[in-house]
């Protein structure tokens, strides 16, 4: 076994040791409420948002984009799991913005190996092969983070599975002071109807 998998395994043996009623929590989110966010690992969604478990869905993807697979977890929240208000969550210093569509196209064109990155870009150290599959994915880079955010919550309030009745939030959470810093357009954007 790897050193990784070692640590994962005894760290679950400690919390399953611990675990008390917690088999018996709901299915549903006991605050109504769910998070699109980011993948980062230094976002910790249970602190910077003061959840236990059971509180809340926490969805995370790659630049916490409203792509049609968060939408769908979002629509499933709901409608079978009864949230009743979303917040999308972005953060400062994302990776999503560090790469366009076409870098990271070219770069598994040559090599499914893990790339490097310094001051003149990204390079591909590996050796082939690669796939041209990546021309199919829409990767949901990010250029612009507030604006982003704007843009996944008007995505999100505009799709035909959500109802507006759900006001939607739109935040950036900065990883160096660990605030959420809402982006008023966004919010005005999610706003219920």
Request: overall charge negative.
């Amino acid at each position: 076994m790897s050193k990784i998998l070692d640590e994962v395994l005894a760290a679950n043996r400690n919390y399953a040791g611990s675990f008390g009623k917690k088999g018996e929590l709901a299915l549903p989110p006991a605050r109504h409420f769910a998070i699109l966010t980011c993948m980062d690992a230094r976002l910790d969604p249970a602190k910077y948002a003061g959840l236990a478990e059971g509180d809340a869905h926490v969805i995370r993807n790659a630049g916490g984009r409203a792509s049609d697979d968060a939408i769908r977890s979002l629509v499933i929240s709901y409608k079978l799991l009864g949230t009743r208000e979303w917040f999308v969550i972005h953060h400062t210093d994302c990776g999503m913005e560090l790469f366009t569509d076409g870098v990271i196209r070219g770069l598994l064109a040559n090599s499914l190996e893990t790339a490097t990155v310094d001051a003149t870009g990204w390079h591909d150290v590996g050796k082939g092969p690669g796939s041209t599959e990546a021309e199919y994915i829409d990767w949901l880079t990010v250029h612009d983070q507030t604006g982003a955010v704007v843009d996944d919550v008007r995505r999100i309030r505009s799709h035909p599975l959500v109802p507006k009745s759900i006001p939607i939030y739109g935040y950036v959470y900065n990883v160096k002071t660990g605030r959420l810093i809402e982006v008023p357009a966004a919010t005005e954007a999610g706003r219920a109807a």
